[in-house]
């Protein structure tokens, strides 16, 4: 948390999330962060405006666009969408999911690059091998897609599955890691 200027009203106890757009083969991207780490990455179809009010709700946070200090997660994209990099490294703030939807997610960058694993293979690698429609929860509620490789798990039979980015952007996500 940053500290505001002397007064002490309530916003200064909030947390700022920075926040930019970037573009990319799958569309354009909105990135939020708070001090903590990256937070929010979004798809133009989850409407950026909305994501940015969730944000605000969900963190108490004042909202500022700072592209600057999202320069590094924006380089380490361009530099996964053109194939020189392969894991991201970028701080994650894992505040938004809970439970065990944070324990799936913290699972998916297990998912190698170019590999796929299936809903079913995930929920055995968390424990809970019974729990397939539980980790498709958590998978489509990833705050933080293709950082997050929520795009590696296919359903059992090797189909898509859904997506929230949707199934063309899965699609060029996984033929861009099948093709290096």
Do not use: W
Request: charge should be positive; charged fraction near 25%; include cysteine.
């Amino acid at each position: 948390m940053r500290s505001g200027r002397g007064g002490g009203d309530d916003a200064e106890l909030r947390v700022e999330v920075a926040y930019t757009t970037v573009d990319s083969p799958v569309g354009t991207l909105l990135l939020a962060a708070t001090t903590k780490g990256l937070v929010r990455v979004s798809y133009a179809c989850e409407d950026h405006d909305r994501v940015l009010d969730s944000l605000a709700q969900q963190l108490g946070s004042r909202i500022l666009r700072a592209p600057g200090r999202l320069d590094e997660t924006a380089r380490e994209l361009d530099e996964y969408f053109a194939q020189r990099r392969k894991a991201f490294d970028v701080t994650l703030d894992l505040s938004l999911p809970h439970g065990f939807r944070q324990l799936v997610q913290r699972h998916l960058p297990a998912i190698g690059y170019g590999q796929t694993r299936s809903y079913g293979q995930l929920a055995e690698s968390v424990g809970n091998p019974k729990a397939v429609r539980a980790v498709g929860t958590a998978c489509a509620r990833n705050p933080l897609p293709v950082i997050v490789p929520r795009h590696r798990v296919l359903k059992a039979d090797g189909s898509l599955g859904g997506y929230v980015g949707g199934p063309d952007a899965k699609r060029a996500l996984l033929a861009l890691e099948s093709s290096s």
